[in-house]
């Protein structure tokens, strides 16, 4: 990689929706991301172009940090490819060195904005499901907005995921846990889906909700971790009973 495909320092898309304040720059490390690396910088290649195009399911991580989720789940799910989007290149370059070494092929680390691009570069009704695990809380105030889960996400999502595809959340976070729930099950498109959650956990390491490194020291900490998996419910479907 050289220079000039480094992204820049204040790259607006991270900025959009909120500002995030993420080091843009790739670290002076031996890691080696190999191909599994790509740097968004202000225009991004679409899913359709990062993903393979042969009906194989396609799922996104949204803040996939230093990767073991991607790490895990590519070993127990071959089949699947999972797109993680990580605003913060220097984790996004440790957990493309991961699967490169691992010699994964199913997954790929995108420096960008999740939001974002799930907004603009995603097509419609084309993931399986959408992964956050620990998103950040921003627990001030004044910094709210720039949580994921906002009330204008659930379109987000909804456009994104196709039929019954899920998204799956973790937070140690009550209030913000608090807020994914109410954000989400206010939303007409979702139900809370509490049967695949738990079968999900039952299914065990790469499946959804497999342990991430801030999971791990969370609960090495104590903290009560809150699950949750939202189903999206069919576009013709019969209106939700609710
Ligand atoms: C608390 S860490 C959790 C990392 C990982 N999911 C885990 O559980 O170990 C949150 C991560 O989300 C990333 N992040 C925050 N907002 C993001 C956004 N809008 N798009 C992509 N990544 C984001 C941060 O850079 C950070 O790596």
């Known amino acids: 990689m050289d220079g000039d495909e480094l992204p820049e320092p204040y790259n607006a898309r991270m900025h959009l929706g909120g500002k995030l304040s993420f080091r843009a720059r790739l670290k002076d490390t ?22 393979p195009d042969d009906g194989r399911p396609i799922e996104i991580e949204i803040g996939s940090g230093k990767g073991a989720f991607l790490v895990a789940s590519t ?31 199913n997954a790929l680390l995108l420096v960008d904005n999740g939001k974002l691009y799930l907004e603009d570069r995603v097509p419609e009704a084309s993931l399986t499901a959408v992964h956050v695990y620990f998103p950040d809380p921003w627990p001030k105030r ?17 456009r994104a995921i196709v039929d019954d595809g899920h998204v799956f959340v973790a937070t140690d976070n009550a209030g913000y846990g608090g807020q994914v729930a109410r954000v989400m099950g206010a939303a007409l498109d979702f139900a809370f889906d509490e049967a695949e959650r738990d079968r999900r956990i039952a299914s065990g390491p ?31 479907g019969a209106p939700d009973p609710r």
Request: aromatic share 8%; glycine share 8%.
């Open 30 to 51: 031996d890691e080696d991301p190999g191909d599994r690396l790509v740097l968004g910088g202000k225009n991004p290649p679409s899913l359709l172009e990062l993903c």
């Open 206 to 236: 790469g499946h959804a909700f497999s342990p991430t490194n801030f999971e791990r020291k969370y609960i090495e900490e104590g903290r009560i971790i809150r699950r949750y998996a939202f189903r999206r419910l069919p576009r013709n």
């Open 142 to 158: 004044r910094h709210s907005g720039r949580r994921f889960f906002t009330d204008e996400v659930t379109a987000v999502l909804a």
């Open 75 to 105: 070993e127990a799910r071959p089949e699947t490819f999972v797109l993680g989007i990580e605003a913060a290149a220097g984790y996004a370059q440790h957990a493309a060195a991961k699967l490169h070494a691992a010699g994964r092929t």
